[in-house]
């Protein structure tokens, strides 16, 4: 009798531990906005790394919005997602962005803003005495909210979908290999930003000089022309 717990039990710890993330995976971490975006070798990019829970990713959300907006296709963004481990609710908000991404990729960023405006709802301190299925459910109806009934069974069967889980662990062990340690961290074109712009004068400082030597590079390829 005591064997067959036993069984059973190792049974149930093994079954509920089987999420592989596969590495390499077959598609690349990271979501672009805007959605569409061509990336290619003249395209700027920056690659930003956030925890959705994590209040300096939030305030700098709309500066980057605004510069990437701003640049129009010349600036590509790809956002990466590190859920740090000292904030309870990063893994499964960061599941909840790979959910929805996997059925519309716009709405990823929809919600990523839904997050960062109800932000005070997922931190530790607001959600310590909350089970996790109760954490799950405020996400399922900040969802609905941002995105639409029909984002109820998206998220609900999601959440149950172990491809999800899959991606968020992706997306941790790209921004881990990659050598990011904390929130947000900026690479423009492979190098990581060592002063991170506050504001969207600071990306018109990183961003201005290297879209205007790209136009110097232009005109030198007219007067070699000539
Ligand atoms: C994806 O979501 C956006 C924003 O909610 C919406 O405008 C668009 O129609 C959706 N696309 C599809 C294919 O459902």
């Known amino acids: 009798m005591i064997r ?45 790394f956030f925890d959705p829970v994590c209040p300096d990713s ?38 909840a962005l790979h959910i929805v991404n996997t059925h519309n990729s716009t709405a990823t960023f929809i919600l990523l803003e839904g997050f960062f405006e109800h932000q005070a709802m997922f931190y530790n301190a607001q959600t310590q ?19 639409g009934n029909s984002y109820q069974h998206v998220l609900k069967s999601g959440f149950t979908d172990t491809k999800s889980d899959s991606a968020t662990r992706v997306s941790f062990k790209y921004s881990a ?14 190098f990581v930003l060592s002063d991170a712009p506050s504001d969207f004068g600071g990306w018109r400082k990183v961003i201005d000089p290297l879209v205007q030597s790209h136009e110097g590079e232009i005109k030198d390829n007219l007067v070699s022309s000539i």
């Open 4 to 48: 067959t717990i036993l069984l059973f039990l190792v049974f149930v710890v093994t079954g509920t531990t089987q999420v592989h993330a596969q590495i390499p995976p077959a598609r690349r971490d990271g979501f672009v906005y805007p959605q569409g975006r061509r990336v290619d070798p003249d395209t700027i990019l920056i690659e930003a």
């Open 129 to 147: 005495l909350l089970s996790r299925p109760a954490v799950v459910d405020r996400i399922i109806k900040l969802g609905e909210a941002t995105l």
């Open 58 to 95: 939030r305030d700098a959300w709309s500066p980057l919005k605004k510069a990437v907006e701003h640049y129009g296709s010349r600036v590509a963004l790809l956002l990466h997602l590190l859920p740090l481990p000292y904030h309870d609710n990063a893994y499964v908000t960061s599941r």
């Open 177 to 190: 290999s990659r050598g990011v340690y904390g929130t947000p961290t900026f690479y423009v074109n492979g």
